[in-house]
């Protein structure tokens, strides 16, 4: 376990270094339109999931996201079961800066550097030939469980909350293009992503979909959201 921490010391030292330096160079990063993301995805390559098994182990990747895509810890997200294309734009938007949301993404921007497009869609194609997995996250109590299936399921039109599930899918297993899956996300990692999204540190959403959606939601119901798509159908 000691090794997590170390390695992610020696990451970020060297990953706050290249932000600085790249920070006088690079153009603050914009939200991108929806062609933009189409675009982004139209270009992306076919990926080879047995490569990506093999990039998994050697680019270190697993020592964070687990061997099976199924993070170890809350630090971490899980990629299991994720949409290729959401995983191959992730890498992207980590990659040209577009994704900089805290220390972590910081992280994960010095880790894609040497990552050719053809190696991202094929992390990106393994990830999703693996099954996601049911991640530790409190029970919700019956009462909670039917207000947040009721948002999951039907959104609230008082507040133009439009229904998470007509984008991440029923079961949170993603939906069309770069939607991606929800389903086994770790909550440590879902709640900072909501968060993120609502304090409009994370600019990736086309045309802002997500940090609208975000800053409709109180605190307790990220939580509940959080608790209900770790355990898809268990909560
Ligand atoms: C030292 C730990 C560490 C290593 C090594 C690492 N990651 Fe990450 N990864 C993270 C963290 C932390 C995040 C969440 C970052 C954020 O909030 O933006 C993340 C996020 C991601 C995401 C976005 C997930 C999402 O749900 O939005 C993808 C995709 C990803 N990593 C793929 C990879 C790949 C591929 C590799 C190997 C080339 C890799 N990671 C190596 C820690 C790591
Ligand atoms: C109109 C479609 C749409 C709706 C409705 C929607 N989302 Fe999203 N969501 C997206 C897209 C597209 C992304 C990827 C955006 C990006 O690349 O940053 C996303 C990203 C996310 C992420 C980040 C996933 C990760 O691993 O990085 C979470 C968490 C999330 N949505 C939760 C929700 C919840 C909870 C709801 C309901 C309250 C919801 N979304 C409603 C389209 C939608």
Known sequence: MTRFPLFTVFLLTLGVAHSVAASSMQPAPRTPSVSDVRSTLASMPHGDVQRGKKLNQSLMCASCHGDDGVA??????????????????????YQT??????????????????????????????YASLPAKAAPAPRLD??????????????????LLTPCASCHGVAGQGGVNETPALAG???????????????????????????????????????????????????
């Open 97 to 126: 800066g577009g994704r900089h949301e805290n220390d972590r993404a910081t992280l994960m921007k010095v880790v894609v550097k040497g990552m050719s497009r053809q190696d991202m869609a094929d992390v990106a194609a393994y």
């Open 185 to 235: 996300q770790s909550v440590g990692s879902f709640v900072r992503t909501m968060q993120d999204y609502r304090e409009g540190r994370r600019v990736t959403d086309a045309n802002q979909g997500m940090r609208q959606f975000a800053e409709r939601l109180t605190m307790q119901e990220i939580h509940d959201l959080a608790a209900y798509y770790a355990r898809p159908g268990k909560n």
């Open 142 to 159: 019956a009462a909670a469980h039917a207000r947040t299936d009721r948002l999951a399921r039907r959104g609230d039109p008082a507040r």
């Open 72 to 93: 170890p810890t809350q630090n971490w997200a899980s990629l299991a079961g994720q949409r290729a294309a959401y995983t191959y734009k992730s890498l992207l938007d």
